[in-house]
């Protein structure tokens, strides 16, 4: 179990308190309207740019980019115009903006016969629509020139949408973002599902909320890291450093951040631009750019909670290892999730017991030749690291029943995982 003197519980580390820390989240969730020279957002439009709109798209293009922005819209919102999507049309595309004060998305799609201008629209409201329409369907929109209403029209139907001002609506200002690189899509999609399971959901430890990104060195080459933790387990991933990205700051990108960012680039082959400064950081891939605040804060020394010198050293077939986890888990209380591991020479014995449920063991054969062994871990955290492993085999270093676990993908040396083990 995690206590106070465990490596991985974190204790609150000095860091910078700033309004884009712990101040900007109450922001995300509103004081009743847009603050007033909030840092890092501001109004960059203008009436005449901004006149009334009109145009026609497919139905299957608007509902690709509407679902990449409207997810970023809050469903309870108090500062009314976070609830729409921004539209902007201009030479033959229209572009659609999300923002939730800490968070940007901007996605472009082709139309016909755009007059250029700009609405805004109930996000949700505006998503539902288009996806009911028909498939195939050809969808026209136009803005009313007072800009209070957006109608949306495809074969019969018709449907009048109540709108705010798109002067009004806020974008994040660009600032400038010193350090560029460029990665792969599969780079980046390896960085965030090896370590975004370890997110910590714990609000008062807010700097362990996101990944840390950031360059290290690694057996004498240079890596970019990433790197997620929430005091009972930690992920660390690691590619070779991008051309560009010596001496980037440490930069931690936010939950909600790396949900989105990893839901755009799903179906993407092809390079993502990065961009970043001390406080922002920028995608760019296809035609979609999203930007985000970072979160300002002090990530843990790391290193120090990664043992060195664990000479118990099991081995096991990762997918029959978790399928007895999982099948064992099933009698451990909802609370604890615990298992323990009862290790012997050839021989590894699951077991867990509950006063409520009963007990369950099962017994599979792995490779293990130290000193007996029996270790508890929370079966939850034992699957969620068993499924970012895509080798055949998973090896754990241990060194006792109380001090943290490496876990490695036999693999695939790139990714590194923590795990403190609890009392069974």
């Known amino acids: 179990m995690c206590t106070p003197d465990s490596p991985l519980c974190y204790s609150p580390l000095p860091f910078r308190t700033s309004p884009a820390g712990p101040l900007r989240r109450g922001f995300s969730r509103g004081f009743g309207g847009v603050p007033k020279g909030f840092s890092g957002i501001k109004h960059r439009h203008n009436e005449r740019e901004l006149a009334a709109m009109r145009l026609t798209i497919e139905r299957a293009a608007l509902l690709r980019a509407l679902g990449h922005v409207q997810s970023v819209v809050e469903r309870r919102n108090t500062i009314p115009i976070l609830s729409n ?72 139907s018709t449907f009048t949408l109540a709108c705010l001002p798109p002067e009004d609506y806020p974008l994040m200002a660009g600032g400038e973002l010193a350090h560029g690189f460029t990665l792969s899509a599969t780079d980046l999609k390896r960085l965030i599902d090896r370590t975004r399971f370890a997110i910590s959901t714990e609000e ?55 949900t989105e960012l990893r839901k755009l680039i799903d179906e993407l082959d092809q390079d993502v631009a990065v961009a970043l400064s ?69 021989n590894l014995m699951l077991s867990a017991t509950s006063p409520e449920n009963g007990t369950a063991t099962e017994e599979i054969e792995v490779r293990y030749s130290a000193s007996p062994l029996e270790i508890g871990f929370n079966s939850r955290y034992l699957l969620d690291i068993t499924e970012q492993i895509e080798g055949e085999g998973a090896r754990f270093a241990m060194a006792d029943a109380a001090s943290p676990t490496v876990v490695r993908d036999t693999a695939d040396g790139s990714a590194l995982y923590v795990l403190m083990p609890m009392r069974v």
């Open 85 to 156: 999507v921004l539209l902007r049309a201009e030479d033959g595309q229209l572009s659609l903006s999300a923002t939730d004060m800490d968070l940007e998305i901007v996605a472009s799609v082709a139309a016909q016969g755009a007059r250029k201008g700009a609405a805004t629209a109930p996000a949700h409201t505006l998503y539902d629509i288009v996806r009911k329409l028909r498939e195939g369907a050809q969808i026209e929109i136009e803005s009313a020139s007072d800009k209070g209403s957006l109608t949306v029209r495809s074969g019969r």
């Open 204 to 258: 008062t430890r807010y700097y362990l909320n996101g990944i840390f990104l950031h360059a290290a060195k690694s057996s004498d080459l240079n890596m970019l890291r990433a790197v997620a933790t929430d005091g009972h387990r930690l992920a660390r991933m690691e590619i070779p450093l991008p051309e560009g990205a010596a001496g980037m700051p440490g930069v931690i990108v936010p939950r909600k951040t790396v």
């Open 278 to 346: 001390d406080t922002k950081i920028r995608f760019t891939f296809g035609n979609a750019v999203l930007t985000s605040k970072l979160i300002d804060g002090t990530f843990p020394d790391y290193d120090r909670v990664i043992p060195a010198n664990n000479d118990k050293i099991l081995e096991v077939v990762c997918k029959d290892f978790a399928e007895a986890v999982d099948r064992v888990s099933t009698i451990s209380t909802e609370k604890s999730r615990a298992v323990k591991l009862t290790i012997e020479r050839g």
